[in-house]
């Protein structure tokens, strides 16, 4: 009959304990940490057929890869930058 070995865990210089006591120490108490990614909306759009054809076919030549969604942000950005140095 073969006996059974159980192998020992490996031991870490850290304990579980230290680990969850400095785990958000960065935090103030009771502050949670929050997504670093914006929050993004959607947003329903209506895009004449011939403007957007032509859109995506800028998008497709320019070779650029961006999403059609995130051409549109850039653009929006583009013109609210133009207008406040107006």
């Given at each position: 009959m073969l006996k059974k070995t159980v192998r020992k865990k490996p031991t870490?210089?850290?304990s579980a304990?230290?680990?969850i006591e400095h785990?958000?120490?960065?935090l103030a108490e009771g502050e949670v940490a929050k997504k670093t990614k914006p929050?993004?909306?959607q947003v329903p759009l209506v895009i004449p057929a011939p403007l957007l054809k032509e859109l995506d076919e800028h998008i497709e030549a320019s070779g650029?890869?961006?999403s059609r969604s995130a051409w549109i942000c850039q653009a929006i950005k583009e013109k609210l930058n133009e207008q406040e140095k107006a």
């Amino acid at each position: 009959m073969l006996k059974k070995t159980v192998r020992k865990k490996p031991t870490s210089t850290k304990s579980a304990t230290d680990f969850i006591e400095h785990a958000g120490s960065n935090l103030a108490e009771g502050e949670v940490a929050k997504k670093t990614k914006p929050k993004k909306s959607q947003v329903p759009l209506v895009i004449p057929a011939p403007l957007l054809k032509e859109l995506d076919e800028h998008i497709e030549a320019s070779g650029i890869g961006l999403s059609r969604s995130a051409w549109i942000c850039q653009a929006i950005k583009e013109k609210l930058n133009e207008q406040e140095k107006a």
